[in-house]
């Protein structure tokens, strides 16, 4: 695993939107794999400004997200297909119809997460998947368990993780219970994979995934076999690496 430490998240920012400016630059018709949440909003609000300074072109490039909540429609400010509109996709020249993410109201939910995997699969996977961590280590909704799910799949989400995202909602019962996600078998089939973090709250998983076991306790830690991870971080998220 590559890492690259970053002074704070300004810069984690910058770096991370290099890394991924440069993927789309030498393969314009790239597939990309995005993520949500506070880790990689600052890379997406960079790679719009440079797009309105014309240095990257999103018109040939794919996306797939990592994961959907479970039950929010497309105009439900907290879906994550919201999310992705707001801070890329209606920002830059992507074809919308070349932005993909689970849809969160399917009526069924299995015959979605078989739909989701085969569209990834029909890619041939990510060529750049970008993924932030959890507190507990989880990447995509990929929750500490004693199993690591490969494909596709609709997870209940643990207490922990409602209670990290909570912030974005009026309240803790407003946050859905469960979410669609890419699985691990889905993640590590990106041909390169980006991890940001920022933040002391994320020392101990970024630690823990980067150096300890490889164990479904810490799904982070699954990405220590990927031939190809590059670790944004800043000082706050490595303090706990050893020296
Ligand atoms: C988001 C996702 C999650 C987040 C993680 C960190 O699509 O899959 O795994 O990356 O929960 O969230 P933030 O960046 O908000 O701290």
Redesign the pocket.
């Known amino acids: 695993m590559r890492i690259i430490k970053a002074k704070d998240y300004k810069e984690m920012s910058r770096q991370g939107a290099n890394i991924i400016s440069a993927q789309v630059i030498m393969k314009p018709d790239c597939v990309l794999g995005l ?6 909003e600052g890379i997406y609000a960079q790679l719009v400004e440079w797009y309105n300074k014309e240095d990257i072109d999103f018109s040939e490039v794919t996306t797939v ?3 959907e909540y479970k039950g929010l429609n497309k105009e439900n400010d907290q879906s ?1 297909y919201y999310f992705m509109h707001k801070h890329l996709f209606d920002k830059v020249n992507i074809n919308p119809d070349n932005t993909y993410l689970p849809n969160g109201i399917a009526e069924d939910p299995d015959a979605e997460c078989v739909r989701y995997e085969k569209l990834i699969r029909s890619f041939g996977g990510a060529d750049l998947q970008l ?4 507190r507990n280590g ?4 990929n929750e500490p368990s004693d199993s690591f799910d490969k494909a596709v799949h609709c997870v209940d989400l643990l207490e922990s ?1 409602i209670d ?2 909570k912030r974005f909602f009026a309240s803790a019962d407003d946050v859905p219970k469960q979410a669609y ?1 890419m699985g691990i078998g889905t993640i590590l089939s990106a041909k390169k994979i980006l991890l940001v973090a920022s933040g002391e709250e ?1 020392a101990e998983a970024v630690r823990a995934s980067v150096c300890g076991p490889i164990t479904p306790e810490v799904p982070g830690s699954i990405l220590q076999l990927h031939p190809d991870v590059t670790l944004v971080a800043d000082e706050a998220a490595l303090s706990k690496m050893p020296k």
Request: aromatic share 8%.
């Open positions: 993520a949500t949440g506070s880790s990689p997200n990592l994961d994550y993924l932030g961590i959890g989880h990447i995509g909704f993780t990290a995202n996600s994320k």
